[in-house]
């Protein structure tokens, strides 16, 4: 059994796919050097909808290892981030904007490998993450449909 990606925008609801209610302040996003872990920060939080190894699971979502979006600054990113944009809702209110800026540095590292011929992620897979259900999908098992 496959997983179907769809070209359709996304709704807002959030679906954290172990079916365990976290919020961010309960998760361990801290590195021994006492600071915001970018890659944990995106494998949880983005990468349900803009890939774990930066690909995008959704056509309307960059793909960062590619290069998407990142002739913008960083100031640029972060304002999306913070405002939504397309079907990306706001995430002003949900996570500290120390952590999107760190999540942004990552994305930027994803690219930088990928460029340097090495794999764009070398970081574990998180137990948990956020995936947005594309608008319209009535299925409540959606991520787990059959290729067609």
């Not at 979006?69 to 904007?97: F, I, N, T």
């Not at 760190?102 to 090495?118: D, E, F, T, V, W």
Request: hydrophobic share 40%.
């Amino acid at each position: 059994m496959g997983i179907r990606l769809s070209a359709r925008p996304l709704t807002l609801g959030v679906l954290l796919l172990s079916g365990a209610s976290v919020v961010a302040s309960e998760l361990n996003l801290q590195t021994g050097s006492n600071r915001t872990d970018g890659a944990t920060i995106f494998l949880k939080y983005c990468a349900g909808c803009h890939g774990f190894d930066g690909f995008a699971a959704y056509s309307a979502a960059p793909s960062f290892s590619m290069g998407d979006r990142l002739h913008k600054s960083d100031s640029e990113l972060l304002q999306s981030v913070l405002h939504g944009k397309g079907a990306m809702p706001s995430w002003e209110d949900k996570l500290p904007v120390s952590m999107l800026v760190s999540a942004i540095q990552y994305l930027r590292l994803m690219n930088r490998r990928i460029k340097s011929g090495q794999p764009p992620r070398k970081d574990k897979l998180p137990e948990y993450y956020f995936r947005f259900r594309p608008a319209g999908e009535t299925n409540t098992h959606w991520w787990l449909l059959q290729v067609e």
